[in-house]
């Protein structure tokens, strides 16, 4: 038996229909190859847009081929990616990666990911060692057109803060239950237009409800405007 969608699920879809009205269709950079935007999303993790592309272009522009960053020093691959920060952490981790995929496929490309069955292909990305569900997921939403659907730290806040999800998920259980809750056909939309929101106007520690296009469903902003 289907159980029927519950009152959070049905909230989720309403955030996302109004945030389209609101910001329209997001456009977004021309997609990374598979295997790249896996090694860019590594690169983001606890660093900016800015300094996750300055970092992955300095590595490209230093070692042309990913067969070069796989056997190239592991100094030269900090020092290659430093302003990302945490390269002691990121550089061999990346490498890592590199030689798995080479030993496990005899190649580094991942495009077969695409023919798989998602569940098959999320699988075979978590299980690299510094792959968590956020990267998996931007890997098969936006290099690989699969539908997946990233939850990042604006998106886990966001989301808290609407009443799309109950407070006590995890961030693990909130990629589970958005994806079950938004239309596979809006995550493109929806994990961009949400990611906006949280940068432009629902910051961490100073949120600009008055001019959000959704205070008026916000449980947040409704629960501080009872008590005020």
Known sequence: MISEPSSRQFKAQ????????FYGIPTW???????DELVSTILS???NDRNRDLAFN??????????????????GVIAAIRIAGLGNQKGPRIQQVLRQIT???????IDFLKDLPLEEARSWLLHFNGVGRKTAAIVLQFSLG???????????????????RE???????????????????????????LIRLGREICHARSPECPRCPLNDICDDYQKRMNLS
């Open 58 to 75: 300095q590595l490209k522009s230093q070692f042309p081929t990913w067969e070069n960053v796989r056997d190239a020093p592991t100094d």
């Open 103 to 109: 030993a496990e496929r005899g190649e580094l490309n």
């Open 45 to 47: 993790q606890n660093t």
């Open 167 to 193: 407070l006590t998920l995890s961030l693990e259980q909130t990629h589970d239950f958005l994806e079950s809750a938004i239309a596979p056909a809006d995550y493109f939309a929806a994990h961009l237009n």
């Open 29 to 35: 950079r021309n997609p990374l190859p598979a295997l």
């Open 146 to 164: 699969r539908p997946a659907f990233p939850v990042d730290t604006h998106i886990y806040r966001v989301s808290g803060r609407l009443g799309m």
């Open 14 to 21: 309403l955030v996302v229909d109004r945030l389209l009205e």
